[in-house]
C-alpha cells in the first residue's frame, strides 16, 4: 500500500489542492512574516539551501530567514545559536519559516507529508536501511515531526521516516495532519536539548 499510495496521482492531486488553499488563505500571513523579517534581519527575506529529494535528487528548499549572517574573526558564520534572532525562535517555534515550501509542494519537489529534506552531504552518511527514506518526496510535515520533532535523536527520526515510508497511506497522512496542527499549537520539540537547532548528522558510529 505504501508504494502505491505515495505514487498516485491521487496523493498529488491532493498535495496540489491542499497547498493551493493554503497558500491563498495564509497569504497575509506570509506577507506579514516577510515584513518582519526584512525589517530584522534585511535582505533577502528567504534563504534556499540544496537539499536531497526523492531518491536523492537535489532540490532547492526556501524559508524564511531565521539568523543573521554574522561571521567571526576567522570569517566564518558564527554557531547557529549566535545567530538564531528573537525573531528567528518564534517563527521555528510555529514553524512560519517553512511556509514559502508550499511553493515546492506545488512545483512537485516536496509533498505535505513526507520525510523532512535533509543536506546532501547526508545522503552519503545513510545506512542502507536508511537510504529508504529518500523513496518518498520529502515533506513539510512528517511522522517524526509529530513523534519528538527535533527532540529525537537522529537515529531515531531516521528510524520514523524509514517507517513512514513503509506505511504511507491516506489514514496516516490525515493522522501526521491533525497531530502536526497539534504539535504547532503547543510548540513541542522544537530544538534539539542542549541546541539552538539540530545538530549535524555524522552517519552512524
Known sequence: MSTIWLNSPIRR???VVLAATAGIVLAPVVAAVALLVRRAHGSPVLFRQQRAGKDAEPISVPKFRTMT???GADGELLPDEDR???LGR???SSSLDELPQLWSVLTGDMSLIGPRPLPMAYVDRYSP???HRLDARP???GWAQVNGRNALSWPEKLALDVWYVEHASPRVDVEILFRTIGSLVRRDDVSADGHATMPEFMGET
Open 13 to 15: 492531486f491532493v498535495d
Open 69 to 71: 549572517d554574522e561571521r
Open 84 to 86: 538564531l534572532t528573537p
Open 90 to 92: 518564534r517563527l521555528r
Open 129 to 131: 536501511d536508511q537510504r
Open 139 to 141: 515533506g513539510i510535515t
